[in-house]
């Protein structure tokens, strides 16, 4: 059912001209018998969705924005306590209080939250202000893990400690605290054996520095990013950007099918495209990257115009896929550019499905601006 944002006691009422589907929400949060639809809305509404309201005066718009504010706040702390008791009992091992606090200031800083919001798919659900979708309110990482704190806090009221602490431990808590654990018992066998060696020989660091840099690459659906890494930091362009369509369509389980539509590209897990972004900007320094791209589109929001910019065409010609420019003198935002599927170089690439709108928001969800 598709709920009408609805008046509140003690608070006046959210937008009339925008609604959140609060049945599909509920299941994609698993809690179907969640019987107070307004607390789902109030944490589904940014202040920065609520300032751009005309229908509301100020007074209003703050009020609002102050009850959305104190339900983060007591996601939070719901949040903090959940995690404490979490990491207090098995299976977890017993970690003294330096250990705990780390481990605990790792599962609920803003990237993590952030990561957590995303699986929920809460950009999409959610409703936010025009110019949260250009990167325009500074940290992104900020805007989700505040949203994802506002749904602890609106779940605790609608139930309790108990199923609150049940939801978070199975949805998040329980596989991320796994995986920190295993890095961290990871890199300790490595520096327990470098004290018994009393040295710290070449092969030892290039241990740790993969280890490092493989936990890094981090991958919703277990895609193993080293090669593309690899290729990325020899330079080898073309190769890179051939493993980059491979990985996508691997993402997206259509190998077979050697391209994707509209529904792929909304599905695409965003961590995954944040490890692809994040390896091609750190290895061309900034020039190439989704976000490049990204920063391009923002400014010309036209599929043609953008193209001319990226250099896939020239003069209203479209380059073929050989002859683009596959070296660190190609324009800004040039690469990844994969397709090879047809002569048109970009009619298989992510910007080319209905004219790069699909992809552009894509990027928005997942904070790559």
């Known amino acids: 059912m598709v709920v009408n944002l609805p008046k509140v006691k003690m608070m006046n009422p959210y937008p009339k001209d925008n609604n959140i589907n609060i049945g599909v929400f509920k299941q994609v949060i698993g809690i179907s018998d969640f019987k107070k639809p307004e607390l789902l809305c109030r944490a589904l509404t940014h202040p920065s969705f609520i300032h751009e309201q005309s229908n509301l005066n100020q007074q209003q718009k703050e009020q609002q924005s102050i009850e959305y504010r104190r339900l983060a706040h007591l996601g939070d702390a719901i949040l903090g306590a959940i995690v404490t008791d979490y990491l207090y009992h098995p299976p977890v091992p017993p970690l003294g209080s330096d250990a705990l606090?780390?481990?605990?200031?790792?599962?609920?800083?803003?990237?993590?939250?952030?990561?957590?919001?995303?699986?929920?798919?809460?950009?999409?659900?959610?409703?936010?202000?025009?110019?949260?979708?250009?990167?325009?309110?500074?940290?992104?990482?900020?805007?989700?893990?505040?949203?994802?704190?506002?749904?602890?806090?609106?779940?605790?009221?609608?139930?309790?400690?108990?199923?609150?602490?049940?939801w978070l431990v199975t949805r998040f808590i329980k596989k991320a605290a796994s995986t920190i654990l295993d890095d961290i018992f990871e890199l300790n066998q490595i520096l327990a054996?470098?004290?018994?060696?009393?040295?710290l020989h070449q092969q030892d660091i290039k241990q740790i520095e993969d280890l490092l840099l493989s936990k890094s690459l981090r991958s919703q659906v277990g895609i193993d990013y080293r090669p593309l890494r690899e290729l990325l930091a020899a330079g080898e362009w073309l190769k890179a950007d051939q493993m980059t369509?491979?990985?996508?369509?691997?993402?997206?389980?259509?190998?077979?099918e050697g391209w994707l539509d509209i529904l792929h590209i909304q599905n695409l897990p965003c961590l995954d495209l944040q490890t692809i972004n994040q390896l091609w900007v750190d290895y061309s320094k900034g020039r190439f990257g989704f976000s490049a791209q990204k920063r391009i589109w923002n400014q010309v929001n036209n599929f043609g115009e953008f193209s001319?910019?990226?250099g896939w065409r020239i003069n209203g010609q479209w380059r073929w896929y050989e002859n683009l420019s596959f070296n660190e003198r190609a324009p800004e935002g040039h690469l990844p550019a994969f397709s090879g599927l047809r002569e048109v170089p970009n009619s298989r690439s992510l910007w080319a499905v209905h004219d790069g709108e699909p992809f552009a928001q894509k990027l928005g969800l997942c904070s790559i601006d």
């Open 245 to 256: 369509r491979l990985l996508i369509l691997t993402i997206a389980n259509r190998q077979v």
């Open 193 to 199: 054996n470098l004290k018994v060696n009393h040295k």
């Open 101 to 166: 606090t780390n481990l605990k200031s790792k599962l609920v800083d803003k990237k993590r939250l952030s990561v957590f919001s995303q699986e929920l798919h809460l950009r999409q659900h959610g409703l936010f202000g025009r110019g949260t979708s250009h990167g325009s309110t500074g940290d992104p990482n900020r805007l989700l893990s505040e949203t994802f704190e506002a749904l602890v806090g609106a779940i605790y009221l609608e139930l309790n400690f108990s199923r609150t602490r049940d």
């Open 308 to 310: 001319d910019r990226v």
